[in-house]
T-cell receptor, first 114, second 113 residues
């Protein structure tokens, strides 16, 4: 089954404790992206990747890092989480970055930073 | 930057009624995507539109790509309780040099049984 898989789905952590949210897609997509969704603010892009080893900042990249060492994986790293990063996070992928077509989302990761 | 405006913001309807919502922009889009999102879950792609004037159906859902490329609408016929959720439109931005999707503000649908 074609899908975007995120882990963990739910996480409660404390300020400053590094964490990684993994994202994997099995559709051989070139384009992958991370979003956060907050009430009243909609989906905001954090980082995106056009292909392996090609990443770029979205609208709200502060406090986050990403890497794209393999085509299928695009982890989101919070080096020192803070309470304002409490949010619902989504990973998404699309076949070709240059012709951004259908975008497929993962099920989401709800993160709480205490 | 590019924006997508959706209307209505929310709507209550009776089960069995038809629903219509639309998405507009001041700039053109080359692709329109319609999603449904349940609370706490990931958006699920309902319909993708690629050509101006295109009309596409997916079960009880029908969507159209506006001729001007600046709007799209989604219709749901004979609504049922499980249609409850947030529907939003999206499209790949067309600003040169950017590779991002633009998302609408969403229409929250509530169906009264």
């Amino acid at each position: 089954e074609a899908q975007v898989t995120q882990n963990p789905r739910y996480l409660i952590t404390v300020t400053g404790k590094k964490l990684t949210v993994t994202c994997s897609q099995n559709m051989n997509h070139e384009y992958m992206s991370w979003y956060r969704q907050d009430p009243g603010l909609g989906l905001r892009q954090i980082y995106y990747s056009m292909n392996v080893e090609v990443t770029d900042k979205g609208d709200v990249p502060e406090g986050y890092k990403v890497s794209r060492k393999e085509k299928r994986n695009f982890p989101l790293i919070l080096e020192s989480p803070s309470p304002n990063q409490t949010s619902l996070y989504f990973c998404a992928s699309s076949l070709r970055g240059g012709h951004l077509g259908e975008l497929f989302f993962g099920e989401g990761s709800r993160l709480t930073v205490l | 930057g590019q924006q997508l405006n959706q209307s209505p913001q929310s709507m209550f309807i009776q089960e069995g009624e038809d629903v219509s919502m639309n998405c507009t922009s001041s700039s053109i889009f080359n692709t329109w995507l319609w999603y449904k999102q349940d609370p706490g879950e990931g958006p699920v792609l309902l319909i993708a539109l690629y050509k101006a004037g295109e009309l596409t159906s997916n079960g009880r859902l029908t969507a159209q790509f506006g001729i001007t490329r600046k709007d799209s609408f989604l219709n749901i016929s004979a609504s049922i309780p499980s249609d409850v959720g947030i529907y939003f439109c999206a499209g790949p931005g067309t600003t040169s040099g950017t590779y991002k999707y633009i998302f609408g503000t969403g229409t929250r649908l509530k169906v009264l049984a």
